[in-house]
């Protein structure tokens, strides 16, 4: 049996996804830009994105700029915004365990001479309230706090956030990265007091190189990508037509079932973790039942190394990860464990589980039972 498991990574693209793309490459292949008629085509498809994007999230359509994913999105919020305001202050708010999208970008502003506060966590890897109230000055133009965690699940409290910065300080922008959320929960920026939400389409069973960025229609952001001026001067360079559109018809299919499924991700969620507790010495991190996302299940494994039981589990056709996809191929402990106090000795010993609308009752089962009988054995070997 195959069983995927790194949904956090990346997602199976839908079918539906796929043959929309394909048509796009193959029959209705114009230049959004071009005044011909095969640039009308694919101006309608930008057209359609606009629009559906626009409706699940009850924003206005000029409000939708498309990147090329997350981690511009990210970069185009946090550079764009620190450009356009640094004349009325330089200080920006995150969080400890944030993407490194955000987290280095971070670190890139500080360097330009914004002074960057990190906001801590509590043990299941959320932000007080207080704290922020406390993080707050009249020179604050951002604040950056992610939707929900990629390596535990966490959920922030992105409304209660969002009212917040507007009574401490109207003047300063709320950027949330939505990545793990969008797909997932409903989300309103213009309810939630959101300025700005970061979103990508391959996790939400869409392409990969593709995602968006909503902008409240008036907040001061500058462009950092120059050229022929597309999308309003925002993000110029030829529209990606196939992914934008492939991202639109993922959301659109998400949307469709989003109370089922997730009913169906937090049963199997549940299962897993009822399954896991029965091994000895096994924690599982973040937030409990509905507090957390659906999808993702950290769990620390005392005595074994994570890449040992990542490779441990793929023999046997199960696929996990040993933390963030994007910091997976790098040394450095996940600051997002050390923030939430894992003790030294698991850091290296914590596994990401995530599932999607895929994933299967015998699935989860099955990995229940690979887990039983491979963490005992992998103990016993590293004890040699």
């Known amino acids: 049996m195959e069983v995927y498991l790194d949904n956090s990574a990346t997602t199976r693209c839908f079918d539906e996804v796929a043959q929309l793309m394909h048509k796009i490459m193959c029959e209705d292949y114009g230049n959004p830009s071009s005044m011909h008629h095969k640039g009308v085509e694919a101006e309608q498809y930008l057209r359609y994105a606009t629009e559906t994007l626009a409706k699940i999230l009850k924003v206005n359509e000029k409000e939708i700029l498309f990147t090329s994913g997350g981690t511009e999105s990210d970069n185009i919020a946090l550079i764009g915004t620190a450009m356009a305001n ?25 360097n330009q001479g914004f ?5 801590p966590v509590d043990r299941e890897g959320r932000i007080s309230l207080r704290d922020l109230e406390r993080a707050i000055r009249p020179d604050t133009i951002l604040v950056s706090i992610m939707h929900t ?5 966490s959920l922030q409290p992105i409304e209660e956030a969002g009212a917040l910065i507007g009574r401490m300080n109207p003047n300063t922008l709320f950027h949330v990265d939505a990545v793990q959320g969008f797909g997932k929960f409903r989300i309103y920026p213009a309810r939630m007091h959101v300025d700005m939400l970061s979103v990508s389409g391959h996790k939400i069973h869409g392409p990969k190189g593709v995602g968006f960025l ?5 907040a001061k952001i ?15 360079g030829t529209e990606n037509v ?6 639109a018809k993922a959301a659109e299919i998400v949307y469709a079932n989003l109370d089922e499924d997730m009913d169906r991700m937090y049963e199997l969620r549940d299962m897993f973790i009822r399954g896991v507790s029965d091994i000895d010495n096994v924690r599982v991190n973040g937030c409990p039942g509905r507090e957390g996302a659906a999808h993702i299940v950290s769990l620390s494994i005392r005595g074994v190394r994570s890449e040992v039981l990542l490779h441990a589990l793929e023999e046997r056709g199960i696929y996990v990860s040993a933390g963030s996809a994007c910091a997976a191929k790098k040394p450095q402990p996940s600051a997002t464990l050390k923030a939430i106090g894992v003790e030294k000795d698991l850091l290296d010993s914590t596994i990401r589980f995530s599932i999607s609308v895929f ?5 989860i089962q099955y990995t229940i039972q690979a887990l039983s009988e491979v963490i005992p054995m992998l103990r016993k070997y590293m004890k040699r």
Do not use: F, W
């Not at 202050?89 to 970008?105: D, N, Q």
């Not at 965690?149 to 699940?153: A, K, P, S, V």
């Open 86 to 110: 640094h004349k009325r202050g330089r200080h920006l708010i995150t969080t400890a365990i944030e993407h490194p999208a955000v987290s280095k970008t971070m670190a890139h502003l500080e």
């Open 115 to 119: 002074r960057v506060t990190y906001l």
């Open 149 to 153: 965690n990629n390596e535990i699940g």
């Open 214 to 218: 909503y902008i409240r229609d008036g």
């Open 222 to 236: 500058s462009p950092i990508i120059y050229g022929g001026g597309q999308q309003k001067g925002m993000r110029s």
């Open 242 to 247: 196939p992914g934008i559109a492939g991202l």
């Open 359 to 363: 994933t299967t009752k015998e699935e």
